[in-house]
């Protein structure tokens, strides 16, 4: 199975903007996608943006225009650059490979804070 490493995330004030990566060695050769997802302090899991290996991306209408997912396929890297952030994109973040069978992995962080 494919294993997935986070980082960034952090606090920032509103307005602010911050960038998640999330590695995923061999998930091109898998043929995953990589998805972000969100949780925030009592409240269900939700969806928040896909990147296909076609680059074709989707994202939840709260944070369109405000998110960019990308993908650096040479480095195994997806990353989320969020910016002009809100009080109510305080999350954990986590980000999940999907696809084929060998591709339902989840990640466990990271935790992004965002203050008003």
């Known amino acids: 199975q494919v294993q997935l490493v986070e980082s960034g995330g952090g606090s920032v004030q509103t307005g602010g903007a911050l960038r998640l990566s999330c590695t995923a060695p061999?998930?091109?050769?898998?043929?995953?996608?990589i998805e972000w997802y969100r949780q925030a302090a009592g409240k269900q899991r939700e969806w928040v943006s896909s990147?296909?290996?076609?680059?074709?991306?989707a994202y939840t209408a709260s944070v369109r225009g405000r998110c960019i997912i990308s993908q650096d396929k040479a480095k195994d890297t997806v990353y989320l650059q969020m910016s002009s952030m809100k009080p109510e994109d305080t999350a954990m973040y986590s980000c999940?490979?999907?696809?084929?069978?060998?591709?339902?992995?989840w990640g466990q962080g990271p935790q992004v804070t965002v203050s008003s």
């Open positions: 990147i296909y290996l076609d680059d074709s991306t």
């Open positions: 061999g998930f091109t050769s898998h043929n995953c996608r």
């Open positions: 999940r490979t999907a696809g084929p069978p060998t591709c339902n992995t």
